[in-house]
């Protein structure tokens, strides 16, 4: 019997450690060290192996002149968005981790993507639902499927696999569905299938034998990850890993996979709203700020293309503590409605509550309105909200947010087709923001009749004058310096 090894890891870091520790020395979390026991060395269960024998080829160093480069290929998918967050598509080899909470669409977002794949052949592997449960949800996902004699159906009898009609609309490509958790199963399908692309769903119920700690836990995630990751390098096939992420939003199994991957998606949103959210995280191929809308239909997800005119209601009066903001999320101008109410506190201590916007930023907020403007604001309640369930990290929203405060808290709607873009500083002062023509003309494509932004975000020097011109928008730019000058020109 071969010898078995214990060790502890971390489950929050996936800190690894031969004794067991109250504090993890990585994370500083306490308790998190659970013991997992590791069985190497049991040769009789080979790992992904690849077609060919030469799998010792050791490298050599290359100058770096000499090393040949042809432009990356890319698949791409029939999904926009999943496109533009991939940075253009589906890079051959590539390991993409997708993490999300449950619930939140992860398995219907690449069930879809698999049933849709022009010329592709796709495995589904799925670990937590029954090939019936999947087939039912890729009937309400794709349209009726065509007469029988697809381009790729019928030559395939896999052992515990099922396959799914070629669907019309998406090109011809064939979608196979196998449950199973065992890697060197799944690994023993896939050389028999040969499929473009895998998808896992989910990582954390996949076990390796080479492992002998349960699914889920680090080590047997950590090793069934390598022995993809081999796979996808080795055969240059792509592979989507789905990721369950803990409750204070990690990738459970955990931030080791972060490392690991190419790729980090995160899926998120608010599942009491129909908008989701995907997130590059992390890209080595791309932009690792993009951002991709769905909106959860009853039948699967569909693509939402120009999110400004979902985010925006379309509303016949003004209301007060209503404003617009122009954030952009990776390359992408959103315009966005930001809410505030303001209203006397009923108790000893005022509340404050952020829907979709940082607390902390929140209080800054408040802050520099009270020193700054002086505003009354700290026996009031306070609460934002930022519609659509969408979260926003990008720092120009301060400024429309301070608006709708101060325009909750006087009573007095800003003027209708007003937006803005702009920083609040510590000492009242608008700062710039990145990217502001292409929030200008956002705005103005929306139809907005002024928009404040920055003085510093106007340029110093004559070259860069010529560089960025003002006077070919349409829409009024009104250029201000301080937060007091804002409200003289909202409110008189
Ligand atoms: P699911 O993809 O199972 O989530 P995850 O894999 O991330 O755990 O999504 C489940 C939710 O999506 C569920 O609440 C039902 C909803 N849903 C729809 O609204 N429309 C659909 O067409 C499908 C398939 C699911
Ligand atoms: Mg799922």
């Not at 979608?175 to 998808?199: A, G, H, R, W």
């Not at 022995?227 to 803990?246: C, D, M, N, Q, Y």
């Not at 070259?463 to 349409?474: H, W």
Request: glycine content about 10%; proline content about 6%.
């Amino acid at each position: 019997m071969a010898k078995s090894k214990i060790a502890y890891f971390c489950q929050s870091c996936g800190f690894e450690s031969p004794k067991w520790l109250g504090k993890c020395p990585s994370c500083q979390q306490w308790n998190t060290f659970v013991e997992e026991v590791i069985e190497k060395g049991n040769a009789s269960v080979p790992a992904w192996k690849p077609a060919s024998t030469s799998q010792q080829r050791a490298n050599k160093p290359v100058q770096v002149t000499d090393i040949t480069y042809s432009e990356e290929h890319r698949v791409p998918t029939p999904d926009k968005e999943f496109n533009r967050v991939l940075g253009g598509g589906i890079v051959p080899g590539s390991l993409v981790l997708i993490g999300g909470e449950p619930g939140i669409g992860k398995s219907t977002l690449m069930l879809q993507l698999a049933l849709n794949m022009p010329h592709q052949k796709v495995l589904y592997v799925s670990g937590e639902e029954s090939d019936r449960q999947i087939k039912m949800r890729a009937e309400r996902l794709m349209p009726p499927p065509p007469p029988k004699g697809g381009a790729n159906s019928g030559n395939y009898t896999g052992l515990s696999s099922i396959e799914a009609p070629p669907l019309g609309g998406g090109g011809g490509g064939t979608c196979y569905i196998l449950t199973e958790t065992s890697t060197q199963n799944i690994f023993k399908q896939i050389e028999s299938l040969e499929p473009d692309l895998v998808v896992i769903d989910s990582i954390q119920t996949l076990h390796s034998a080479h492992i002998e700690s349960t699914p889920g836990s680090v080590s047997q995630v950590r090793e069934c990850t390598a022995e993809l990751l081999r796979f996808a390098k080795e055969t240059s096939t792509p592979v989507f890993l789905i990721g369950h992420i803990t409750k204070d939003g990690m990738i459970a199994g955990p931030k080791i996979l972060e490392h690991m991957v190419d790729t980090v998606l995160q899926f998120e949103g608010d599942r009491h709203h129909v908008y989701r959210i995907l997130r590059t995280i992390k890209n080595r191929f791309g932009s690792a700020s993009e951002l991709g809308i769905y909106e959860m239909m009853g039948e699967g997800l569909r693509e939402v293309s120009n999110p400004s005119e979902i985010l925006l209601s379309h509303r016949e009066t003004p209301l007060s503590g209503i404003t617009i903001s122009a954030t952009l999320e990776g390359m992408r101008p959103m315009l966005i409605e930001t809410q505030a109410l303001v209203s006397a506190s009923a108790y000893g201590t005022p509340q404050r509550t952020a829907t979709g916007f940082d607390t902390k930023r929140m209080s800054m907020l408040l802050a520099v309105l009270e020193k700054r403007c002086g505003f009354r604001l700290g026996a009031k309640d306070v609460f934002l909200n930022i519609t659509g369930g969408i979260r926003v990290e990008d720092p120009a929203i301060d400024l429309g947010l301070a608006a709708a405060i101060i325009s909750s808290h006087e009573d007095m709607p800003i003027p209708f087709k007003t937006c803005f873009a702009g920083e609040l500083g510590l000492s009242g002062e608008i700062r710039a923001v990145n990217r502001v023509e292409q929030r200008i003309a956002e705005a103005q494509k929306l139809g907005f009749n002024q928009i404040f932004i920055s003085k510093y975000n106007l340029p110093a020097s004559g070259q860069d004058k010529k560089r960025m011109d003002l006077s070919r928008y349409d829409i009024d730019i009104k250029i201000v310096s301080s937060i007091e000058e804002v409200f003289g020109l909202l409110f008189g």
